[in-house]
């Protein structure tokens, strides 16, 4: 007896085997019934067992067929749930491109003109979204769940990724309206420094650091010299990890933050403000992506798409 048997068999088999006729099975697979019958005597041959008895009017399952009915559906469920995974695999692997964002790019329909040109060059491939809090500046990139991101600069562990710069704002401070600062058209940093903060998750790291204005802090404490007062740490009023919970604390009086012009919309939606800042250098928003990707086609059509976006303003 042989056991190389195919697929198709043991499928023309079960058939047969739930219809018990011939005919009907046949149409179920649309096979003509002479076709069916034929290869179900070359499965029988094959295993050296008679499978079906044949009566006028139908057919029975023998003992043979009884018992090897359960183990054909078996292997058939199995072949249809391994199948199902490698097209899964194939797709994920190149038509699904993973974009992170953990703040949207808004600033004008930059997300969906970048996303009409990625498709039009590549109509196979799949953008997936991919929402993160600020506990990751990487938005997805650091633990491989994202192909590329929209983050703002500075990155931790930069040498991993390149970027492509896709808007460079100035940072504006954002603080109730009941604020005395808020009667200000604008702010000088130094009158900022003894206020509390909102500060992003420690995870953050170096952009933690970058939206508490630290290296402004540093070069303020080093022009006012040791007689000329203080721009020392700042004080947190309170950890934020999204737009809502920034707005929050903003209301409710935690502290002030500072904000890229793009991103002043989501938070000034009553009872908070925007003031210019002067003495701050501007933020940087950017699409990136890890180095070691850079040769993907779809992770290259849309930095590629990106740029020609941001080249025509």
Known sequence: MTTDVHVRDLRYFAAVAEELHFTR????????????????????RQLGAELFRREPRGVTLTEAGTALLPYARRVLADWTEGATAVRAAQAARRGTLVIGM??????????????????????????????????????????????????????????????????????????????????????????????????????????RDFWLALDERRALQERLGPAGGTAGPPRIGAEIAGTEETYEALAAGLGIC??????????????????????????????????????????RGYVEACRQVIARG
């Open 25 to 44: 099975a046949a149409e179920r697979l649309y096979v003509s019934q002479p076709a069916l019958s034929k290869q179900i005597r070359v499965l029988e």
């Open 258 to 299: 500072l904000v890229a012009t793009g991103n002043a919309p989501l938070i000034t939606l009553g009872g908070v403000t925007t003031r210019p800042v002067r003495g701050l250098s501007p933020s940087r928003y950017a699409l990136a992506w890890r180095r070691e990707d850079e040769g993907r086609p779809l992770v």
């Open 102 to 207: 953990s703040t949207s790019p808004g600033r004008g329909g930059l997300l969906p003109a970048i996303r009409s040109r990625f498709t039009a060059a590549h109509p196979e491939a799949l953008p997936r979204l991919r929402q993160l809090d600020w506990h990751d500046p990487t938005a997805g990139l650091a633990d491989g769940t994202a192909d590329v991101a929209y983050v703002w600069l500075p990155l931790p562990d930069a040498d991993r990724y390149a970027w492509a710069t896709v808007a460079e704002e100035p940072r504006l401070v954002a603080l109730p309206d009941t604020h005395p600062l808020a009667a200000r058209a604008e702010v000088d940093f130094a009158d900022l420094t003894d206020e509390p903060f909102l500060a992003l998750p420690p995870e953050a790291g170096v952009l």
